[in-house]
């Protein structure tokens, strides 16, 4: 039963980031940029999904650094060790925060 929840958990947290990204995005970060003379416009797709990543990776720094969850294959350590869920990161803070410096949204 510990396993099947364990499943169910993980199916559900890109769902659930994404989600919670697209509400960061709409109800943070739209204001912070139009607070700024940034036009909201474009792509904007790109804005929420460097948000949801920057949330998973705070996601994952908390559940793998802070509360030393121990699971069967040791998922969070595994993915904060990676450069692949590193670089990615990279990308999504250059998209949050580039427009800031740009004074536009380049996407």
Do not use: H
Not at 5 to 34: D, N, R
């Amino acid at each position: 039963m510990k396993k099947m929840v364990y499943c169910l958990f993980k199916l559900m947290e890109f769902p659930l980031i994404l989600a919670l990204g697209l509400l960061v995005t709409i109800f943070i970060l739209k204001p912070l940029y139009e607070g700024s003379g940034i036009l909201f416009i474009g792509n904007v797709w790109v804005n929420w999904f460097g948000v949801s990543y920057m949330l998973f990776v705070l996601y994952n720094l908390i559940f793998g650094l802070f509360l030393r969850m121990e699971t069967e294959n040791n998922l969070f350590r595994q993915r904060l060790s990676s450069v692949l869920f590193w670089l990615p990161f990279l990308w999504a803070s250059y998209v949050v925060f580039i427009p800031f410096v740009k004074g536009e949204n380049p996407f």
